[in-house]
């Protein structure tokens, strides 16, 4: 089992800050990649910005300059700073996870259940 704890999101109005955290617990061997989705209504989930083992981080273009994704390795929990939020990064914001548990050869790709951003403007 892999268990996610969520918090951080809410309701702010447009230009307002925000920080999502993501705590990962369980039968965990390694966790290779960390990360945050979002789905907007009506739209597909997409990536946010994601970050590996080595600490490579990847942003969609939409955030760039405006959220920062970090770890602390030792505690497998990811951060999201969200700044200059707008209406536009409205959303559930997933974390997620590619692990490898114990009892297995290879990692998988893991979801938390989610928490909700409104940004209005």
């Known amino acids: 089992q892999v268990h996610f704890d969520e918090s951080g999101g809410g309701s702010v109005q447009t230009g307002g800050s925000l920080r999502l955290s993501c705590t990962i617990s369980?039968?965990?061997?390694?966790?290779?990649?960390m990360g945050w989705y979002r789905k907007a209504p009506g739209k597909e989930r997409e990536l946010v910005a994601t970050?590996?083992?080595?600490?490579?981080?990847n942003y969609t273009e939409s955030v760039r300059g405006r959220f920062t994704i970090s770890r602390h390795s030792t505690e497998n929990t990811v951060y999201l700073q969200m700044n200059s939020l707008k209406p536009e990064d409205s959303g559930v914001y997933y974390c997620?996870?590619?692990?490898?548990?114990?009892?297995?050869?290879?990692?998988?790709?893991?979801w938390g259940q989610g928490t909700r951003v409104t940004v209005s403007s």
């Open positions: 369980g039968s965990i061997a390694a966790i290779f990649s």
């Open positions: 970050i590996t083992d080595r600490g490579t981080t």
């Open positions: 997620h996870c590619d692990a490898r548990q114990h009892f297995l050869v290879s990692s998988l790709p893991y």
